[in-house]
């Protein structure tokens, strides 16, 4: 896979305070893939170190006063330049930045408030339809599917996939579509993202989100206690036994556990074949009835 990356994340001292913003996960990228780092503040002109910019109505403006729109957008146009000559797949830009956030950059205030809105590189980058990504919401590249975080703005496709997790033995007719809709089952995304232990990684291929997992401490048929987030996991079937759902758990248990949580749980049915896959990433069967699994992986 081709690669754009910021080079402060490659660990090149581009930023504006002489330093970087080393992240091994784009390290890990530059080893397994093809990789090309980029500065748009250098690529403008701008010396390294230099003063802080933000931007402010409009205008890339230093902390003390001094207009440096033209270098920020000369650099961004560079930027564009070289995407368009090598034709990354991806674009992986630094947060926040006022010339690579992608979802935020700072408001211009110097003041460390946010708005969601993107760099001038970022901005052009994808007025030009290039796929770019905050480096924050990286996970890893499997083969050629991007596993990322799930953006706010896309947790309604968490109701689709539940309904492609329900597991439907041979023989048995689908239900309909609205049967995600019940209470038992809107209790999995409903309101999702605003209590915690709500995390979704996606599996992302050709710009299609073709699998997804997530978490939610909920009353569902996996609950073991309130702290305890249950997992949900779902591929598009013509996706599945490619070893993504695999990845996909394997990364959300090291997610879950970076938040603090100690154990997850999940409930599954006996004659499903994703059981082995899960005892596989670390699920052990605490409790059963005569139909399901109740299955905890101690993080």
Sequence with gaps: MKIMVSACLAGENCKYNGGNNRNEKVLKLMADNEVFTVCPEELGGLPTPRIPS?????????????IVDAEFRAGAARCLELALQVQPDLVVLQSRSPSCGVKQRYDGTFSGRLVNQAGVTAQLLMKKRFRCMDVEDL????GSFLIRKLCVEEFGILKDFLYEAIFIPQGVEAPARDIVEGPELRIYYEDFGSRPGDLCLAAETAGRVVGAVWTRIMDDYGHVDDETPSFAISLLPEYRNQGIGTRLMKEMLSLLKEHGFRQASLAVQKVNYAVRMYKEVGFEIIDENEEEYIMVCWL
Excluded: L
């Design 54 to 66: 933000e931007i402010r109505d409009g205008m890339v403006m230093t902390r003390d006063g001094r």
């Design 139 to 142: 996970v890893t590249i499997y």
